[in-house]
């Protein structure tokens, strides 16, 4: 059974760099695209953005000055770095697992496996 | 960018009743792309269906989709207590993923 944990700190200061990471086991991190996704409480779902095992990636383009995500294969884990956070980017952030990739094709099966969530504030 | 709408934002049902939840895209979507997720509080998302219309594995029968261009349906045939919840929608064109802003299933 594949698993995902967010790791990070809970806690970051006004324009400084958010930081996390997010483990899968129980499964390889090659052949899918990975996402993470926030929630400010309360409210709806918002996607940050994918990448593959090449380092290909697609970022929502209302964060993309402001996101890097990155991929480390021997350790099955991929990160999230979003930096000159606010207040606005307060919100539970999830990894999960998105589109499968083979032979040069990706076929969307969405987002099917989920961590349970990391609460990140903005605070000084 | 798409933007996904859900309609209505809360539905008030009995147990045992059908449930009917739309979701209508700005433009076009191929339904290869669309999913539905079901959330609880404190919890995740969970994905229902995905390719508008196949369920993910472990899911009831009694969760259908439907839909095809702007207009998409999650229909729970008769809803069971643990279906009282939030169920969004997602598609996922030209590489930009969004999501609708919900609907929520409350007890009536």
Redesign the interface.
Known sequence: QVQLQESGPGLVKPSETLSLTCTVSGGSISSYYW?WIRQPAGK????IG?IYISGST?Y??SLKSRVTMSVDTSKNQFSLRLSSVTAADTAVY?C?RD?YCSGGSCY?????Y????TLVTVSS | EIVMTQSPATLSLSPGERATLSCRASQSVSSYYLSWYQQKPGQAPRLLIYGASTRATGIPARFSGSGSGTDFTLTISSLQPEDFAVYYCQQDYNFLLTFGGGTKVEIK
């Open positions: 996402s709806g779902l918002e996607w994918r697609n929502n383009p999830y999960a589109s969307p099966t969405g987002l099917d989920w961590g349970q969530g």
